[in-house]
């Protein structure tokens, strides 16, 4: 490593060892003495040294490369980008300085037909894959292709990067793009050819996290691949019994996240994340349910119930929702100011299972005022004894009763306190009865 070569020939194979180890002295020497060098590639793979630094994770190197005009898209033997290797090896910082420097994201090797997006998705490096993404939302990209086509683009054999993150257990990865508008029933077959889903590979692989991810945003568990399997006969050929039993038709629906809602894409992070634990919990518990009693049942966590039954005392002053009077209020809706807990809201949003036949779903109304729900907050729940409580796993349970409900929006109109809501209601009120009804059954009409 490091060791200086000194005739002229090896000026290149100096060049690259300088360039892996970093030792960028050695590096800025040789291009001063001979400044065609940053043109070489090696013999066998045809790497540039741009490719060797950005696969190092050498930035200071890759740095200077560009700074000596080296072509940020120069290719390897196999039409591999820097960026690409970059985004193998998970080195952020220069797939960040390649895409500043103008690195093009939509170049497709030679090897399998995978863009830089696929090797972020394969490799699980979930913070290069979240560098391109945003970079594609503003680059020529978004213009020219389309966002959403970018994040649902195929390598060779028909795979998306969502379909190589489900492949190779990613389930980071497979968050984020769904997140990113990564179609969830996308097939590796082409014209009409069906091929294997996200959900089949993820089956195949055994991915459990990957499932559970795909589940909640709304995967097929009926969609065939290409030997009419459904991903439960792939999950069970492959012997992952845990992952066959969510996989299972007959076993319970999980909960889907509502991504055709309007304000539901708008959401700001607070509440998404809230939203996005709220439904992860609710699944978690259908999935203890149907792992139930057999070996993959999951161990269970010590007594938690009971731990937190113990500090009911401590959040005694805390408002509790009064839809299911067991969780505390987290969410506020906009622009009524009603409040209720996460998992409460979700239901709501949940109940509708998307139609096809129309266009846009139905926006939940508000339970209490029956307005629409056109945004939602976080409430902070205040701090006692010094310590906050976590909200977004709010297992806190109800520790007294008290619900004063009155009737009406517009006495509540800009109520954003915490502690003023619940103290209004009483338990008897016809309305909260009515509004648990619509909660669970059909779509609520507006008055
Ligand atoms: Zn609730
Ligand atoms: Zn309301």
Redesign the pocket.
Known sequence: MGQRLSCGTSDEHGLFTAVQCGDLETVKGLIERNPSVVHHSTVYDGQSALHIAAANGQIEVVSMLIEQSANPDLLNRYKQTSLMLAAMHGKISCVQKLIEAGANILMFDSLNGRTCLHYAAYYGHSDCLKAILSAARTSHVASSWGYARFVNVKDGKGATPLHLAARQRRPECVHILLDNGALICASTGGYGFPGSTPLHLAARAGSLDCIRDLLAWGADRLQRDDSGRIPYTVALRHKHGACAALLNPSSAEPLVWPSALKFVSELNEEAKHLLECALMEANMEREKNILKGTAFSPPSPTNSDDAVDDNISEVSDTEV?C?????LCTIQVQDCGHQ??A??ILALCCHNKPNPTTTSPTTPLCPFCRSNIVQLDVIKLEKENGTSHDVSSSKLRKSRISRNFSEGSSSFKGLSAVSSFGKMVGRGSGRINAAENEFIDKPIILD
């Open positions: 929702c839809i299911c009077f067991d969780q209720m807990c998992h409460c």
